[in-house]
């Protein structure tokens, strides 16, 4: 299932976030070879963590993180704004736009791990009534974006080859989160259900 859990509410599932964590630990420094801090419990954990962000938690039948994606509003502090800002012409930040980074996938993730995290990054735009998500992404995966139905819109990039990054924005809509369903195997009504779930909680009535 898709969980959407606010960072203040990890401790209420240990197991989730705990291999949250440490599978970001194993893509982004162990196999992306990234310059980050692990700690001793073998988490990856930055200064973003610590804003009290939303993940959206791709948990397995086992309890256990199969994949995860982190958001944050664009009118805060971001990624974007303090380390990828020279990819852009103008300044990304607005009510209305959220940023979403730590795309992580476990180790041994099922093919569909990936397109069911779109449709929950589509599915909680929506529902937090977002018209736009930012981000910044390897710009072997725009093809990736294609064949899903949501490529984004390029805002610029960096480098050449297999080193390059690119800054974009994706438009939330209805129409995106059919198409994702579909690629993702997995009926709208059930993403949506599971989203409103976390909107129920008290946490994110008080957002």
């Known amino acids: 299932m898709i969980r959407y859990i606010r960072a203040e509410d990890l401790p209420l599932y240990p197991r989730l976030s705990d291999?949250?964590?440490?599978?970001?630990?194993?893509?982004?420094?162990?196999?992306?070879?990234?310059?980050?801090?692990?700690?001793?419990?073998g988490h990856e954990q930055d200064e973003y963590d610590a804003l009290?962000?939303?993940?959206?938690?791709?948990?397995?039948p086992d309890g256990l993180h199969r994949g995860s994606m982190r958001f944050l509003p664009?009118?805060?502090?971001t990624m974007l704004a303090e380390h990828f800002a020279h990819l852009c012409d103008?300044?990304?930040?607005?009510?209305?736009?959220?940023?979403?980074?730590?795309?992580?996938?476990?180790?041994?993730?099922?093919?569909?791990a990936g397109a069911r995290l779109m449709l929950a990054a589509a599915q909680f735009g929506s529902g937090m009534g977002m018209a736009q998500i930012a981000g910044v992404f390897d710009w072997r995966m725009l093809g990736v974006y294609r064949r899903m139905g949501w490529s984004p819109q390029v805002c610029g990039r960096d480098g050449v080859g297999?080193?390059?990054?690119?800054?974009?924005?994706?438009q939330v809509s209805d129409s995106?989160?059919?198409?994702?369903?579909?690629?993702?195997?997995?009926?709208?009504?059930l993403s949506?259900?599971?989203?409103?779930?976390?909107?129920?909680?008290p946490q994110a009535r008080a957002a």
């Open 162 to 170: 297999r080193d390059a990054i690119g800054a974009g924005l994706w």
């Open 52 to 60: 009290n962000p939303w993940y959206a938690i791709l948990e397995g």
């Open 192 to 201: 949506a259900l599971w989203f409103r779930r976390a909107a129920a909680a």
């Open 176 to 189: 995106v989160t059919r198409s994702l369903s579909r690629a993702a195997g997995m009926a709208p009504e």
């Open 74 to 77: 664009t009118s805060g502090r």
């Open 19 to 41: 291999s949250m964590f440490r599978d970001r630990a194993v893509q982004f420094r162990d196999r992306l070879g990234w310059p980050l801090k692990v700690d001793r419990d």
């Open 90 to 112: 103008r300044p990304v930040a607005a009510p209305d736009i959220w940023e979403c980074t730590r795309f992580c996938l476990a180790p041994g993730a099922r093919g569909g």
